[in-house]
């Protein structure tokens, strides 16, 4: 088997989107050598992500092309179309690039982990047909490929992305039969405090609404799906009523025929690195899930292993980008690039920064966070893990069975077996496990493994296998 | 730009991401899932749920994060197939 190519340089950054891109940028211009990696072609991450069509570029300013402009001027070493597979002990990354299979390597000691979150979604009886998609996926689809997921749409879930998505497709001409909100009306008006520290915002979420009691769409508070039907495709989705946990609460079921769905129930923190590297975690349902315990600047438990941005923690692009600019500073102070008093400046102005963020983030995580007791609703021969069709009936008889944490309820099962690795299930089956056993603490969460990110089998070069990967034995039962 | 998908040729405009050429064009089912059969498309859009895996120029291709190319051949058929599950179940 022939090596790898081989980059060396003083510092790392795994992500490119506003918490990666930051990093580099800041340890950069503090001297030191980085490279920067993402799978996707160009920099920006999920919020700032570059239209791949050029139809579906907007007119305004974009702070996505000010980075990506800022990147290209920068000397970093861009290794943008590469997939990060692997992490090792002493932190050098192996990369798998996207277009020819090559596999490439970089060695440089110190490590900013900016990978970012996925979504989670709450299953539902119906979600894995074709036509329903993410929420966070659809403003993929919407802002990036200049594609709708259908012509008749129902947007359902939780977090400013459903105005977002919403007002999104009904400005492009979609039928957007209704949007189902598990917030009341009234969590937006607590949460209005901590949105007026960000006017423009603000103002676009007032835009956002404007233009869904212009185009006629009714917005249900308090509504959830209770299941979605169809033979190859959706072709029916139906909300009720829930209460303020998110449990089906009594009232009238609305029915809508349409051809997509978008639903979406927050995010999750990606926090792959740092769990494969077995940093310490603990358990934030504010932000998210399972998060790396980190400092003010990102520094994990690891030494030289920075996390930062969402998949350390949701807390939106803007503290990401202050994140990760702390943590390549810190990266630079810690390599003794940069003086001590001139990193202590620099501290106290992003902490200004920070604190000046933090009621807008905190308001919008609280209004993204998982509602258990949704979780608790999902009916048994409702499919939760996609990937293996594992249902929650299967789950629960796996902890009748005596599986007490997760990961023994996965070898029950084969629930986060599949290709994606339970990133889609994880958080849901870890809620479901923990309903009956104790608290999500002790149920722990799915063991993280190479790949990092699903690659196709033959994605890799020829004269490579996955069985040349090391791969630690499962903890016995 | 073309590409053929199932044997049927298709005009594209490049630049296109593959799932969302498939959505525009009303494929919506991209594949059954291994263990029900049951019919599945592009979910999280973002390369992550492996929901949009295909066979793109005879290799297994996340279809969300795979841009059209002239001459490229995409078939479905069959798609869900035991390579995918591998590059997962592994070390499981
Ligand atoms: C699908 C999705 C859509 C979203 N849409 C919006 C929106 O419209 N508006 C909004 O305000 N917020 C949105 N968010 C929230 C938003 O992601 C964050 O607030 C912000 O982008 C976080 O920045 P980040 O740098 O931490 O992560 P991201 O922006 O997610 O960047 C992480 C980057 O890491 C790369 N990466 C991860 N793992 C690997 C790997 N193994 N190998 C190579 N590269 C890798 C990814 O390709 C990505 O570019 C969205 C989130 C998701 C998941
Ligand atoms: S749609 Fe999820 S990986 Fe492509």
Not at chain 1, 210 to 217: Q, V
Not at chain 1, 240 to 257: C, L, Q, R, T
Request: a positive charge.
């Amino acid at each position: 088997m022939s090596g790898p190519l081989c980059h060396r340089v003083d510092l790392a950054v795994l992500g490119a989107g506003p918490a990666g891109g930051a990093a580099a940028l800041a340890a950069s211009r503090a001297g030191l050598r980085v490279a920067l990696i993402d799978e996707n072609p160009e920099a920006g991450g999920q919020v700032w992500r570059k239209p791949v069509r050029p139809a579906a570029r907007s007119a305004k300013a974009d702070p996505g092309e000010a980075l990506r402009a800022d990147l290209r001027a920068g000397g970093l070493t861009l290794l943008y179309g590469r997939t990060v597979w692997s992490v090792g002990a002493s932190l050098d990354l192996d990369l798998i690039d996207g277009e020819s299979g090559r596999w490439e390597r970089v060695s440089a000691g110190r490590l900013v982990a900016a990978g970012g979150a996925h979504e989670r979604v709450v299953p539902f009886p119906g979600w894995t047909l074709p036509g329903v998609v993410g929420l966070a996926g659809a403003t993929i689809l919407l802002k990036s490929h200049g594609v709708a997921p259908g012509r008749r749409v129902l947007v359902a879930g939780c977090g400013p992305l459903l105005f977002a998505v919403a007002a999104g497709l009904a400005g492009t001409g979609i039928d957007v039969v209704g949007v189902a909100d598990l917030a009341a009306r009234g969590d937006w008006l607590r949460a209005m405090p901590s949105l007026l520290t960000r006017p423009g915002l603000l103002g676009q979420g007032a835009r956002w609404m404007a233009s869904l009691r212009a185009a006629g769409i009714p917005v249900f508070f308090r509504h959830a799906l209770r299941r979605a039907e169809g033979a190859t495709g959706i072709e029916r989705a139906v909300i009720g009523p829930v209460d303020a946990e998110g449990a089906p609460a009594p009232g009238p079921e609305h029915a809508f025929a349409v051809d997509a769905l978008c639903v979406g129930n927050g995010l999750v923190p990606g926090a792959e690195v740092t769990r494969l590297l077995r940093a310490p975690h603990r358990f934030d349902r504010l932000r998210g899930g399972l998060v790396p315990v980190t400092d003010e600047a990102g520094r994990t438990g690891i030494p030289g292993l920075y996390a930062v941005g969402d998949g350390a923690g949701l807390r939106g692009a803007a503290m990401a980008a202050l994140g990760g600019e702390f943590a390549g500073l810190a990266a630079a102070a810690d390599a003794g690039r940069l003086a001590s008093d001139a990193f202590a400046r620099e501290a106290a102005r992003l902490r200004r920064a920070m604190a000046r963020e933090r009621p807008f983030s905190d308001g919008m995580a609280g209004m993204m966070r998982l509602r258990p007791a949704q979780v608790r609703a999902i009916p048994p021969e409702t499919v939760v893990c996609r990937c293996e069709d594992v249902t929650r009936a299967e789950i629960d008889a796996a902890v009748e069975a005596g599986a007490r944490d997760v990961n023994q309820m996965k070898q029950f099962t084969r629930c986060g077996m599949g290709p994606c690795q339970g990133r889609m299930c994880g958080d849901v089956a870890a809620e479901l496990v923990a309903a009956r056993v104790g608290p999500r603490e002790a149920v722990g969460s799915f063991t993280a493994r190479p790949p990092l990110r699903p690659i196709g089998f033959d994605e890799l070069m020829g004269d490579f296998d996955y069985a040349d990967i090391p791969i630690p034995e499962p903890a016995p039962l | 730009m073309r590409i053929t998908v199932d044997g049927v040729e298709w005009q594209v405009e490049p630049g296109e991401v593959l799932s969302a050429a498939l959505l525009a064009r009303g494929r919506r089912a991209l594949r059954a899932s291994p263990r029900r059969g049951a019919p599945r498309g592009a979910f999280c859009m973002m390369g992550v749920c492996q929901e949009c895996a295909i066979t793109v120029d005879g290799r297994i291709r996340r279809a969300c994060v795979t841009v059209v190319r002239d001459g490229m051949v995409v078939s479905l058929e069959g798609a869900g197939s035991d390579k995918v599950r591998m590059a997962g179940a592994h070390g499981a």
